[in-house]
């Protein structure tokens, strides 16, 4: 068949299909009278109720009337150690070491203990194969001296952080050694 006899073929039945394929093409879209129907329904539903007013002197139960005020039975419990303090103050002293200004930690053992009480490390990492103890902000490599501050007795004590372990870490006062757990985000 001669290539040149099939281009007129082709147009003709393209010319005379097209106009039936136009009119079959019908839109899968609602008519416009039909959505905005639709539209102002879910206008309605997706705007949200007006709260009713709440009356005046209704509780708050975020931010109630006195919350900043001390609990009354704090206040008592402070006052019944108050009147107790002088037995209590010298007790504490002597277990290990109080905020107390009055109870002086009697050795080396004792300020080490109240002072490793307050230290809380956050973990430990290894750098460069060497463990380092993160306590807030600081790294801590073994051998390192650090400045404790004890502000209830005014004084500044050098401790030495001796080990750490996967659990542990143990830190030096002059002779007096103690290990303490690392439990991070937990105060001891």
């Given at each position: 068949?001669?290539?040149?006899?099939?281009?007129?073929?082709?147009?003709?039945?393209?010319?005379?299909?097209?106009?039936?394929?136009?009119?079959?093409?019908?839109?899968?879209?609602?008519?416009?009278?039909?959505?905005?129907?639709?539209?102002?329904?879910a206008q309605q539903l997706t705007r949200p109720p007006e709260p009713a007013?709440?009356?005046?002197?209704?509780?708050?139960?975020?931010?109630?009337?006195?919350?900043?005020?001390?609990?009354?039975?704090?206040?008592?419990?402070?006052?019944?150690?108050?009147?107790?303090?002088?037995?209590?103050?010298?007790?504490?002293?002597?277990?290990?070491?109080?905020?107390?200004?009055?109870?002086?930690?009697?050795?080396?053992?004792?300020?080490?203990?109240?002072?490793?009480?307050?230290?809380?490390?956050?973990?430990?990492?290894?750098?460069?194969?060497?463990?380092?103890?993160?306590?807030?902000?600081?790294?801590?490599?073994?051998?390192?001296?650090?400045?404790?501050?004890?502000?209830?007795?005014?004084?500044?004590?050098?401790?030495?952080?001796?080990?750490?372990?996967?659990?542990?870490?143990?830190?030096?006062?002059?002779?007096?050694?103690?290990?303490?757990?690392?439990?991070?985000?937990?105060?001891?």
């Amino acid at each position: 068949m001669n290539p040149r006899c099939l281009h007129p073929i082709a147009g003709l039945l393209a010319l005379v299909l097209l106009p039936s394929l136009k009119a079959a093409a019908v839109s899968d879209l609602n008519s416009t009278e039909k959505r905005r129907a639709v539209i102002a329904i879910a206008q309605q539903l997706t705007r949200p109720p007006e709260p009713a007013p709440l009356p005046a002197d209704l509780a708050q139960p975020f931010n109630p009337p006195g919350f900043d005020q001390p609990d009354p039975e704090e206040l008592r419990a402070a006052a019944a150690a108050k009147a107790g303090g002088q037995s209590t103050t010298a007790g504490a002293g002597a277990a290990g070491g109080s905020d107390q200004p009055g109870s002086q930690p009697t050795g080396d053992r004792e300020i080490l203990e109240g002072l490793a009480a307050r230290l809380v490390p956050s973990g430990t990492i290894m750098l460069n194969g060497a463990p380092l103890l993160i306590i807030g902000k600081n790294r801590f490599e073994i051998g390192a001296h650090f400045i404790v501050s004890d502000n209830a007795h005014n004084q500044d004590y050098e401790l030495e952080l001796v080990s750490i372990d996967r659990t542990t870490f143990t830190l030096r006062y002059h002779s007096a050694e103690i290990t303490r757990p690392i439990k991070p985000g937990k105060s001891q």
